[in-house]
């Protein structure tokens, strides 16, 4: 049976050395969506986007956070009074509810009044009636207990969903009046009046929100400050870092897979993980065409602007100098000049910008990004009806290893029989055996007999 199982053994060595090859290539799958990923924040809007300083002379009374772009300027901010919400508190002194019933809790007049209706149950407390209350899904009010008092607070500041009464159906012994009135922000802005329901007004000053804080007479006015749009230097050579980082760790885990070598006459599992993406083709073209989107000339630029990625700081580096050899550089990873990038960033940002992403369809003149999106797309992604490169190798993989465990269980089936067999004819040779042994030794003995 040792010699019928060796072509179990061998189907066995492939499944380790196959599902070692899968394994590799999900690794290297994760890291090219990661590579993907950074590739993605270098063409996001948000990482070229203009910034601009804010500030207000007292955030205790008016603070602000920039939306959009805003008119660059100083702003004087008074108000008046500030937007509060209403209040009913119940204006009897009953402690708990006398009988069943139901409170209707209703949000604004007219045509837009909205009701809430909360059950209450004979002989609940007044803080019971208030979780019940809260409880209640969708609920326009908190409700609390205030010196044995249930109080009702509007959960909307301003008049327009102030809180219009809150009745019951006349059993429980509630009863509620209005404890205190909302109002309205009022406010000016550069001696513009406004009039808002929120103490945080988003249409004051475009691109703007302005939170309300305290009232500020017009003899102190709050000067809000909006500095001219700049772009964001430093956001931008955070997210070129980040992609060089990335570039260099997925460049180098590839390459390591296709430099590892295949042991000789493997036979452990660590042994026969090894080599199994080694000078794997389609992995070394892709490696080539990353390195030369990186290195290729940008074609479509004014005379005088930066065409490489080198001009602006980002490059592979020198292979050789004074010192050793480079091998980062050898290996084609990227290194990134800071203050190259800074200095290009301050005095030619777009035509920075434009070697980093810039879409036109065709490689000669399109950016980094668009350069590196092409090829990822193509292992990641697919196009179509067409499956991504990786997901078709992954899907091989996996059906060679289907076959072969379907090979290993047909396999067990036969040997499984094969050693039925071997052991019937085993039993039936010791059967005859003794039989033979048994009629011999009866014959001797007749034998005996006769002399």
Known sequence: MQVERQPDIKLQTKQTIETARKQALTDVQTRLKNLQSAVAT??????????QSTSSSDTTKVDLTRTAGAAAGAYQVTVSQLARANQFSQSNGATSVAADDVLHITIGTGGAAKTTDVNVKAGDSLTTVADRINATSGTPVYASVVNNQLVLSNKTTGTTGAISGVTTNGTSGLAFAESQTAQQATFEVDGKSFTRDSNIVTDALAGLTLTLKAQIPTTAPVTITVGSPAPNTATVQSKVQAFVDQYNSTIDFIQSKLDEKKVPNA???????????????????????????????IGGRATGSPTMLSDVGLSTGATTG??????????????????????KLTSSFEDVKALFTNVTGSYNTEGLAQRLDGYLGAWLDGSGDQASIMSSRLASEQSILDDISERRADLARRLTDKQAQL?????????????AQTQGQWLSGQLASLG
């Open 42 to 51: 270098m063409r996001d809007p948000s990482t070229w986007g203009d910034v």
């Open 267 to 297: 036979t452990t599992a660590t042994d026969l993980a090894k080599g199994v993406l080694s000078n794997d083709p389609a992995l070394e073209s892709l490696l080539s065409s990353l390195r030369q989107s990186v290195s290729n000339v």
């Open 322 to 343: 004074t010192g050793a050899l480079n091998q980062d550089s050898v290996a084609g990873k990227l290194s990134l000049d800071t203050t190259k990038l800074t200095d």
């Open 423 to 435: 052991q019937l004819q085993f039993t039936n040779l010791e059967t005859a055996l003794s039989k």
